[in-house]
T-cell receptor
Framework: KQEVTQIPAALSVPEGENLVLNCSFTDSAIYNLQWFRQDPGKGLTSLLL?????REQTSGRLNASLDKSSGRSTLYIAASQPGDSATYLCAVNDYKLSFGAGTTVTVRA | EAGVAQSPRYKIIEKRQSVAFWCNPISGHATLYWYQQILGQGPKLLIQ????????DSQLPKDRFSAERLKGVDSTLKIQPAKLEDSAVYLC?????????????FGPGTRLLVL
């Protein structure tokens, strides 16, 4: 059974600082890994999807890396803004999505 | 393109009552998913439909939960009778097809509180 862990559970940084969010998973036989954003009371918004054959994926200030052999992914958010405050979820797809519990980020103005 | 629609957005019931949630997926999406997200946890898959057939319901508590997807479009998820531990957000998602490469699109969720 796939187990997905996200560390830390919560993070508070001043505006402008770079964010580093970690995700680890136990079974490396995956199709892809996805990072989602969840705002309070809202559904999930997909941020980045990394296929198993890729090492990283970038979108604007967001960059996600994937090391399948070690079962790790990292989401980097450059120059954080208060609008980046949300919960970030990592999900591993080995035919079905297995989610971590998320990292709740607060960016202080 | 319209997203995944869910209703109601919020529901408060007492334990042992019944409740039903509705989901309308993105037009043309063959696969529909229901997830349960308990506070502080990631979403957990309850059931997956491909058109109107069940692909995976291994984590659905079948003694109290049921789901259907008539005509392969809309879906309803029912809880009868509800327990306190059913308090959670119920998320519906859809994708074009089933399979590992498909991106799932999520609705806003229904927040259920059981008192």
């Amino acid at each position: 059974k796939q187990e997905v862990t996200q560390i830390p559970a919560a993070l508070s940084v001043p505006e402008g600082e770079n964010l580093v969010l970690n995700c680890s998973f136990t079974d490396s036989a995956i199709y892809n890994l996805q990072w989602f954003r969840q705002d309070p009371g809202k559904g999930l918004t997909s941020l980045l999807l990394i296929q198993s054959s890729q090492r990283e994926q970038t979108s604007g200030r967001l960059n996600a890396s994937l090391d399948k052999s070690s079962g790790r992914s990292t989401l980097y958010i450059a120059a954080s803004q208060p609008g980046d405050s949300a919960t970030y979820l990592c999900a591993v797809n080995d035919y079905k999505l297995s989610f971590g519990a998320g990292t709740t980020v607060t960016v202080r103005a | 393109e319209a997203g995944v629609a869910q209703s109601p957005r919020y529901k408060i019931i007492e334990k042992r009552q019944s409740v039903a949630f509705w989901c309308n997926p993105i037009s043309g999406h063959a696969t529909l998913y229901w997830y349960q997200q308990i506070l502080g946890q990631g979403p957990k898959l309850l059931i997956q439909f491909q058109n109107n057939g069940v692909v995976d319901d291994s984590q659905l508590p079948k003694d109290r939960f049921s789901a259907e997807r008539l005509k392969g479009v809309d879906s309803t998820l029912k809880i009868q009778p509800a327990k306190l531990e059913d308090s959670a957000v119920y998320l519906c998602a859809s994708s074009l097809e089933s399979g590992g490469e498909e991106t799932q699109y999520f609705g806003p969720g229904t927040r259920l509180l059981v008192l």
